[in-house]
């Protein structure tokens, strides 16, 4: 099955400063990443998507980057604000009704105002 | 877009008792259900995957008849926790897939924080 990797577990940045989290896959049948914010005791949101056709999606502050032939994609966030501070889950899937999704073990993001 | 409600979003029982967690998916066809549970600062752990009409399939080390889940139709399904212990205490999420243009992609329900005392 699926196996997806996510580093780092805990990261803490300033405000105004970059966070990248990264994610590996190991199924190269897997063609649609999606990662989610999940603050506490709430539902994961989906922030960004990408599918196995593109190599980059930009939606203002955030952005996600795949390489297929590595089997990584990459959630990056520019400027970040206090608010940002949440737990930051990466995941691969594929269409197929049995597919059932991985996700990351997610990433603690700290923005110190 | 797509949404899936879930309730009760938390729960206090005695220990011993049984609690059901219901998600609807209000304006898609649910066709898989995927249960999860999560412990703080911690991932989606996966219980169990349900298919509409069909018997769930239980990940290893869920207890299926301690974790019931029913998949009656393509807009309800439901876990009952039987028999609740303190050790049940968690956050209980549900998550949703539908077909056509939503069939990648994932809906979670709100969460069900549940207390056992």
């Known amino acids: 099955g699926e196996n997806v990797e996510q580093h780092p577990s805990t990261l803490s940045v300033q405000e105004g400063d970059s966070a990248v989290i990264k994610c590996t896959y190991s199924?190269?049948?897997?063609?649609?990443f999606p990662w989610y914010k999940q603050e506490l005791g709430k539902r994961p949101q989906l922030i960004i998507d990408?599918?196995?056709?593109?190599g980059e999606k930009k939606d203002q502050r955030i952005a996600v980057t795949l390489n297929k032939t590595a089997k990584h994609f990459s959630l990056h966030i520019t400027e970040t604000q206090p608010e940002d501070s949440a737990v930051y889950f990466c995941a691969a899937l594929r269409r197929g009704g049995s597919y059932i999704p991985t996700f990351g073990r997610g990433t603690s993001l700290i923005v110190h105002p | 877009g797509a949404v899936v409600s879930q309730h009760p979003s938390w729960v206090i029982c005695k220990s011993g008792t049984s609690v059901k967690i219901e998600c609807r998916s209000l304006?898609?066809?649910?066709?898989?259900m995927f249960w999860y549970r999560q412990f703080p600062k911690q991932s989606l752990m996966l219980m169990a995957t349900s298919n509409e009409g069909s018997k769930a399939t239980y990940e290893q080390g869920v207890e299926k008849d301690k974790f019931l889940i029913n998949h009656a139709s393509l807009t309800l399904s439901t876990l009952t926790v039987t028999s609740a212990h303190p050790e049940d205490s968690s956050f209980y999420i549900c998550?949703?897939?539908?077909?056509?243009?939503?069939?990648?992609?994932?809906?979670f329900g709100s969460g069900t924080q549940l207390s056992v005392l």
């Open positions: 199924d190269s049948a897997s063609n649609y």
């Open positions: 990408i599918r196995s056709n593109v």
């Open positions: 304006d898609f066809q649910a066709t898989t």
């Open positions: 998550s949703a897939r539908g077909t056509g243009f939503v069939e990648e992609k994932l809906f």
